[in-house]
Structure formats: structure tokens, C-alpha cells
């Protein structure tokens, strides 16, 4: 089955800092979305994004589909963006949805 | 927004019990979903439903689990004769259709097995 990798697996930022946060997946794909997990263990839907670029507040994420990954960039980043952030990629006939390990990023004041 | 509701939030059962998780997708989606994290760890595919039976399941997905879509609305994951390991995060998942489709989670059940 398709390999959906995420680098890095840790990451520790000073508040206002900004970070890069990769997914990569081995198979063409139907669609590529970007999760976070808050405290509670909610996955919350940050973008939709089987290619291009996209911007939401501080966030953006791009997907090259012709190269296999997607970045998930975030800008001056704040306590709350603590958490882990999931790439999960959707493929196949019967839209198989593949989650990769995940980013547990730490921000500290 | 629509969004994908699921019950119940939390439960806590004994070791040997069966336990129902139930889930309202979209109503226009087509494909559900369940997903299983343990704490920590990462999102483990379960089951895919499609067109009112399983299209997919994973390793995981033994004997001990089954699912079903009873009145065309709810959409549950039954498991038989809990064991301490079960205990996780359980994800009710849709989409609407199929190509680019977007993937909408509930917000979780968590299963706590003593």
C-alpha cells in the first residue's frame, strides 16, 4: 500500500518562530489533507489540498502531486499551535484515506 | 458547517463487555470510515464502507469488530468481548464522494477497557 512519511517527528519552536513540516507519500494520490490534534485528541481539518497552495491565517500548505509531497508551513507561531499534525493522504477506487505518524510540534513561550 | 457527530464521547466498560460506537455521517457522503489511535500513537486505519458493505478492512479489523449502517443514517462499529487493548481513540470518518472528495472526522468516541 501507499507509505505516507512526516518529518520531523518532533519539533520544539520559541513562540513566534516559524516551521516547515513535510509529508511525503510514495503513490499518486486522490486528495492530501493537513490535521491537527488538539489537547482534547480532536482531529481538526487545517486544509484540503490535493495540489497547489493554500493560505489560511499564519498556515499555508502546498502540495507538489507530480513530486509526491506537501508542506505545511507555519508562521510566528503561538502556544496554541501546539499538538500534532497529521498528514493524511486519500487514494485508490475505494478512496483509502493513509495516515502518516504524525508531527508532535511543542511551542514554548 | 455540516459535520460528522459521534457517540459517545467517552466510555468506560469492563474487560469482556461489548461496546457499540455509533456515528452520523454527512448526509450525502458516501464513504465512512473508522479509525482507532491509541494514546500516543499514531491514526490506524480500521474499516472502509462503501455502498452498504465493508470495501477495506486492516489486520486489526478481526472477528472481534464488525460494522454496519442499520437505517441509512447511523453508522456503527460493534466490539464483541472487550480486552484491555482496545482501549483508544475511535474516529467515525466521510466523504462525500468519490475523486477529490473531502475527508471529515468526528470528533471521537474514547473507549476506556478495565
Known amino acids: 500500500g501507499i507509505q505516507v512519511e512526516q518529518s520531523p517527528p518532533d519539533l520544539i519552536l520559541q513562540e513566534g518562530a516559524n516551521s516547515t513540516l513535510r509529508c511525503n507519500f510514495s503513490?499518486?494520490?486522490?486528495?492530501l489533507q493537513w490535521f491537527h490534534q488538539n489537547p482534547w485528541g480532536q482531529l481538526i481539518n487545517l486544509f484540503y489540498?490535493?495540489?497547489g497552495t493554500k493560505q489560511n491565517g499564519r498556515l499555508s500548505a502546498t502540495t507538489v502531486a507530480t513530486e509526491r509531497y506537501s508542506l505545511l508551513y507555519i508562521s510566528s507561531s503561538q502556544t496554541t499551535d501546539s499538538g500534532v499534525y497529521f498528514c493524511?493522504?486519500?487514494?485508490?477506487?475505494?478512496?483509502?484515506?493513509?495516515f502518516g505518524i504524525g508531527t508532535k510540534l511543542q511551542v514554548i513561550p | 458547517e455540516p459535520e460528522v457527530t459521534q457517540t459517545p464521547s467517552h466510555q468506560v466498560t469492563q474487560m469482556g463487555q461489548e461496546v457499540i460506537l455509533r456515528c452520523v455521517p454527512i448526509?450525502?457522503?458516501?464513504?465512512f470510515y473508522w479509525y482507532r489511535q491509541i494514546l500516543g500513537q499514531k491514526v490506524e486505519f480500521l474499516v472502509s464502507?462503501?455502498?452498504?458493505?465493508?470495501?477495506?478492512k486492516s489486520e486489526i479489523f478481526d472477528d472481534q469488530f464488525s460494522v454496519e449502517r442499520p437505517d441509512g443514517s447511523n453508522f456503527t462499529l460493534k466490539i464483541r468481548s472487550t480486552k484491555l487493548e482496545d482501549s483508544a481513540m475511535y474516529f467515525c470518518?466521510?466523504?462525500?464522494?468519490?475523486?477529490?472528495?473531502?475527508?471529515?472526522f468526528g470528533e471521537g468516541s474514547r473507549l476506556t477497557v478495565l
Open positions: 448526509s450525502n457522503h458516501l464513504y
Open positions: 464502507f462503501y455502498n452498504n458493505e465493508i470495501s477495506e
Open positions: 489540498i490535493p495540489s
Open positions: 503513490d499518486s494520490v486522490n486528495n
Open positions: 493524511a493522504v486519500i487514494s485508490g477506487g475505494y478512496q483509502k484515506v493513509t
Open positions: 470518518a466521510s466523504i462525500v464522494r468519490g475523486g477529490t472528495g473531502e475527508l471529515f
